[in-house]
């Protein structure tokens, strides 16, 4: 029994966390009712497929969804409040953590000036520049979870305006000049669990607005994982950066081309450095980082 209920929670620990209870419940019902393991694997099973088929349907509708969302009426992505066409209202706009603090140009850690980062002059990384909306702190990454882990896509929408946002107030900004923009893509196993790369949803969203570059510049294809990366929360930085050196390949030649790298939350940068690295390689001469959330 032990055994079988193992199985379910830790060997797919980013399944989402409802997902599990719902399949725990239903697995503890099926233990009362007959008592055995055999019976808790069965319903465990029946729940699974619950899932995928309600999932597949989710699925089918998504497009509209995301279509007509655009023209309903918004709500602040943080408090919910009704906010007009912006995505957050003006007191979450007001006290967005981090929202105005100066940053490193190159790796946007908090630093006293908007020039390089005492770490980026010693050792420059592969990308150019990084822009981030905020910092990775309540409330922001509250949404941010959410939409990955409790599959809320709609968030994808207002943390995509929120990006935008960021990168018209920037003074010098980059994007103008980019030629491609490409999501930091998810591990096969993830995507087909997840049932969508938030990166990308966040990229599609940012690409909407009539300032910013034409949404035919999006292209997930480009970059690609190596291979399935250990879970990278588990590890130490120094292993982080061994098990994401090589962690992505560009698919196509990229010579003279300047690119926008999009991504959700940039903790250490290592992720964002695998895929500089693996763009550059294809002959990308610049590679500019557009982040919604960043530890501080
Ligand atoms: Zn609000
Ligand atoms: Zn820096």
């Not at 393991?37 to 995928?52: D, E, L, N, T, Y």
């Not at 919910?80 to 957050?88: A, D, F, N, Q, Y």
Request: glycine residues 8%.
């Amino acid at each position: 029994m032990s055994i079988a209920s193992g199985a379910i929670i830790t060997g797919e620990s980013y399944r989402q966390p409802g997902e599990i209870e719902l399949m725990g419940l239903m697995g503890l019902i099926g233990l009362k009712a007959t008592g055995t393991a055999a019976s808790f694997a069965k319903v465990a099973g029946q729940a699974r497929r619950w899932i995928g088929q309600r999932r597949r349907e989710w699925q089918r509708h998504r497009p509209l969804a995301e279509a007509f969302g655009h023209f309903l009426p918004r709500r602040c992505l943080l408090c919910e409040t009704s906010c007009g066409t912006s995505p957050l209202c003006p007191a979450c706009e007001r006290f967005l953590p981090g929202a105005r603090r100066p940053r490193c140009l190159i790796c946007a850690r908090p630093w006293q000036t908007s020039e390089r980062c005492a770490g980026c002059r010693d050792a420059p990384p592969a990308y150019d520049a990084t822009v981030v909306a905020a910092d990775y702190a309540p409330p922001l990454d509250r949404a941010i979870t959410a939409l990955k882990f409790a599959g809320q896509i709609g968030l994808a929408q207002g943390l995509g305006d929120l990006l935008a946002g960021a990168l018209q107030a920037e003074r010098d900004s980059p994007v103008p000049t980019l030629d491609r923009f490409v999501p930091i893509p998810l591990a096969a196993p993830r995507l087909a669990q997840r049932g969508f790369n938030q990166s990308q949803l966040i990229a599609a969203s940012m690409l909407r607005h009539a300032s910013m570059p034409p949404a035919r510049l999006l292209h997930p294809e480009i970059l690609v994982r190596q291979r399935d990366t250990v879970a990278q929360s588990l590890l130490l930085w120094s292993a982080r950066q061994a098990n994401l050196d090589h962690g992505f390949v560009a698919t196509t030649d990229l010579a003279g081309l300047r690119i926008g790298v999009v991504d959700d939350v940039m903790t250490t940068g290592a992720t964002l450095q695998a895929a500089a690295l693996a763009l550059k390689a294809a002959g990308a001469v610049k590679v500019v980082n557009l982040v919604v959330a960043r530890t501080a």
